[in-house]
Structures are given as structure tokens and as C-alpha cells.
């Protein structure tokens, strides 16, 4: 029974890094677009055949005219497929080459059917 | 089926996606699949100043769902072909329905 424990906080362990390490290495990061406008940017973790979305160590970009871009993390996020408008592949250069300080603009718009 | 088919025709053409929130996308369409989910490529949003979101952005993946429009260069789709393909395929629903006969 130890060993399966080692093997169990050895996984831990390698998640934990995962998180850490992934936004400074910006591995497999992803930006999504929800029906209500929302932008979340995160590491696809893994989707399904209803484009549902596991994201980890994920944040969400709230956009405003009057204000800088404000970063909002949120974890690890499950979004249903449902609700997803579009999922883009971060060119990592660009994004770190971008100040979101001073990026203003307005929010994107909810679907509208 | 049929405008699977088509869009399936037109992988490798430059098009402009209008969603239903009003963005415009234009890009080089990779793949489409039966739910028309689209694949793009080198990717441009045509107001990037009022939509700065999707900068880092070089493809992406869009819901079929939430497609308003496809705009397609019209050398790239044979219209009479396409007509007649479709009044194939409507001939083929009437005949399965009772109600509307041949």
C-alpha cells in the first residue's frame, strides 16, 4: 500500500508543478469565448466530443472602456460546450508582448440568436 | 449534408465568419465538421482596434451554433451545380413525405 501512496504524490507533485509552471512556460494556452461575451484564457486540460473544456490554472479578462484589462484567475474550470463561441490558440510571444495594462476596450457582446 | 459537403470543397480558401455576436473573422478555413464547427487560420478580426480580445489569437475553433454567416469567394463554389444539387436533395424529402408528393 505505501508504494501506490508514492505514486499518488508523485502525480500530485507533477500537477502542482503543471500549474506552476505552465503559465510561465505557456504550454497549450488556450483563449475561450463564452455565449455571454466572457474571455477566459487558460491550459486546455482536455475536451470531449461536445467541445466541452477542462481548463486549468485559468483566468478570465474582463474588458472596459474607462479601465485596464483586469485578470481575474479562476482556477480549474469545466465549460460546457454549450456555452462556448470559440476557442482560439495563444501565439505565447504575443501575448507576453502585450501589455493587458493598457489594453482598453469594450466588452464582446453576448450571442444574440 | 449538402453544405457539409460544400464547405468541405472549400478548405484552403480564405473566408470571413460573422458570428452572432457581430464579430468578423476572417481567416483560411482548415476543417469543418457535420456540425459545421470551423477550423481558421491565420486568423484577423476586421474591427481590431474596437476588439483587441483576440490579438494573440493566430487560429481558432468556432461553434457551428453560433455561425451567422460564411462569407465564401464566389469563384470558389459552382453555383449551377450547387442548384441543382439542391433540388436533388429537396425532391429527395418530398418523396419521404406523404404530405407532398412529387
Known amino acids: 500500500m505505501s508504494s501506490l501512496q508514492g505514486y499518488v504524490d508523485r502525480e500530485r507533485l507533477m500537477e502542482t508543478l503543471y500549474v506552476i509552471l505552465s503559465p510561465v512556460l505557456y504550454i497549450d494556452r488556450v483563449l475561450v469565448i463564452l455565449q455571454d461575451g466572457r474571455v477566459i484564457v487558460g491550459t486546455l486540460a482536455g475536451y470531449d466530443q461536445k467541445s466541452n473544456v477542462v481548463l486549468s490554472d485559468s483566468k ?3 474588458y472596459s472602456t474607462d479601465e485596464p484589462v483586469e485578470e481575474i484567475p479562476l482556477g480549474l474550470y469545466l465549460v460546457k460546450g454549450d456555452q462556448i463561441v470559440l476557442i482560439g490558440e495563444i501565439d505565447s510571444e504575443k501575448d507576453a508582448s502585450t501589455d493587458l495594462s493598457d489594453v482598453r476596450a469594450e466588452p464582446l457582446p453576448a450571442i444574440r440568436y | 449534408m449538402l453544405i457539409f459537403s460544400v464547405f468541405k470543397t472549400l478548405t484552403d480558401q480564405t473566408v470571413i465568419v460573422e458570428l452572432k455576436n457581430d464579430l468578423l473573422i476572417t481567416g483560411v478555413l482548415k476543417s469543418v465538421d457535420q456540425f459545421l464547427n470551423i477550423r481558421l487560420d491565420n486568423i484577423q478580426i476586421s474591427d481590431e482596434v474596437r476588439h483587441p ?3 494573440a489569437v493566430k487560429n481558432c475553433f468556432i461553434r457551428g451554433s453560433v455561425v451567422r454567416y460564411v462569407q465564401i469567394p464566389a469563384d470558389a463554389v459552382d453555383t449551377q ?16 413525405c406523404p404530405k407532398f408528393p412529387d
Open chain 2, 53 to 55: 480580445h483576440m490579438i
Open chain 2, 81 to 96: 451545380l450547387l442548384e441543382d444539387a439542391t433540388r436533388r436533395g429537396s425532391r429527395f424529402c418530398y418523396k419521404r
Open chain 1, 60 to 62: 478570465e479578462r474582463v
